[in-house]
């Protein structure tokens, strides 16, 4: 079964640091570029960050830029999101997505992500 699966998320205060894993089973990575969602129940979705499949292409939302790092340990079938300086505007349920064709760039089209995980809820608050 083709499956991504988040975690890392938890109740942190402004200004510090949470690292999420994205971690795939029933393919392999590193054949894929992977992306960071995040979602606020009610509003729109928002790209967070994206990265190639080889690892050597990654971009950032705005909002996130400076503030969140996105890497991959391809051994691992994993990609991180290392998120510091946490604001509480960045509340939200995570999601990573794969796209169900393999490929070297991220996709800038969202609809090529078709493999989701559950999400992994960041809470941040005094």
């Known amino acids: 079964q083709v499956q991504v699966v988040e975690s890392g998320g938890g109740l942190v205060q402004p200004g510090g640091s949470l690292r999420l894993s994205c971690v795939a089973s029933?393919?392999?990575?590193?054949?894929?570029?992977i992306r960071w969602f995040r979602q606020v129940p009610g509003k729109e979705r928002e790209g967070v960050s994206c990265?190639?499949?080889?690892?050597?292409?990654?971009t950032y939302g705005e909002s996130v830029k400076g503030r969140f790092t996105i890497s991959r340990d391809n051994s691992l079938n994993t990609v991180y999101l290392e998120m510091n300086s946490l604001k509480p505007e960045d509340t939200a349920v995570y999601y990573c997505?794969?796209?169900?064709?393999?490929?070297?760039?991220?996709?800038?089209?969202?609809?090529?992500?078709?493999?989701w995980g559950q999400g992994t809820q960041v809470t941040v608050s005094s």
């Open positions: 029933g393919f392999t990575l590193s054949n894929y570029p």
């Open positions: 997505a794969s796209p169900r064709r393999a490929g070297t760039d991220c996709y800038s089209s969202d609809t090529m992500y078709g493999y």
């Open positions: 990265i190639s499949s080889s690892g050597f292409t990654t």
